[in-house]
T-cell receptor, first 113, second 113 residues
Framework: LAKTTQPISMDSYEGQEVNITCSHN???????ITWYQQFPSQGPRFIIQ???TKVTNEVASLFIPADRKSSTLSLPRVSLSDTAVYYCLVGDMWSGGYQKVTFGTGTKLQVIP | NAGVTQTPKFRVLKTGQSMTLLCAQDMNHEYMYWYRQDPGMGLRLIHY???????AKGEVPDGYNVSRLKKQNFLLGLESAAPSQTSVYFC????????????FGQGTRLTVV
């Protein structure tokens, strides 16, 4: 299982861009990088997934360098409603589901007015 | 579009009592999972199922049993509850064909006294 390391917490002011970096030095060839968001008292929610380079959707962007040993989740112009815990997952969920993918402790993002 | 529904949402048990948590999904997903979330521990996989009639142990299976008699339902049982099982339990499901994301329920907050 690929181990991930991400900051325990981050603070940001409203309107700023937030970048959360995840380190995954032992990522395997078939592994994808997936980010989830969890609000208090709710289950995690999928944000974005990528394999290499850059992926963008309506919520966030995911930047993955060529060596794939790290990735950066970018949230543009955060608002108070983006206050949540963000999890970086690395694994080959495509070949067999999420049973071999580990949720770490995540990064607690606090957006400040 | 209900997605993944967990019942009950809250429960208080006395040590030694038994109970069953029900998870139902309406997305025809093959894979289903039970996680527990404790403060500072992230989500840990208890048991999972890759299809109707099959179950397998995850990272922390002791003290729990599961059953998947119908494809849409995944039951988590506690035969003799212990205070160490006080936690928030999340059920999730994912598709075998389109395995990009897992869909989570809203969680069950269980307190064992």
């Amino acid at each position: 299982l690929a181990k991930t390391t991400q900051p325990i917490s981050m603070d940001s002011y409203e309107g700023q861009e937030v970048n959360i970096t995840c380190s995954h030095n032992n990522i395997a060839t078939n592994d994808y990088i997936t980010w989830y968001q969890q609000f208090p008292s709710q289950g995690p929610r999928f944000i974005i997934q990528g394999y290499k380079t850059k992926v963008t959707n309506e919520v966030a962007s995911l930047f993955i360098p060529a060596d794939r040993k790290s990735s950066t989740l970018s949230l543009p112009r955060v608002s108070l409603s983006d206050t949540a815990v963000y999890y970086c997952l690395v694994g080959d969920m495509w070949s067999g589901g999420y049973q071999k993918v580990t949720f770490g402790t995540g990064t607690k993002l606090q957006v400040i007015p | 579009n209900a997605g993944v529904t967990q019942t009950p949402k809250f429960r208080v048990l006395k040590t030694g009592q038994s109970m069953t948590l029900l998870c139902a999904q309406d997305m025809n997903h093959e894979y289903m999972y039970w996680y527990r979330q404790d403060p500072g521990m992230g989500l840990r996989l208890i048991h999972y199922s890759v299809g109707e009639g099959t179950t397998a142990k995850g990272e922390v299976p002791d003290g729990y049993n599961v059953s998947r008699l119908k494809k849409q339902n995944f039951l988590l049982g506690l035969e003799s509850a212990a205070p160490s099982q006080t936690s928030v339990y999340f059920c999730a499901s994912s598709s075998r064909e389109f395995n990009t994301e897992a869909f989570f329920g809203q969680g069950t907050r269980l307190t064992v006294v």
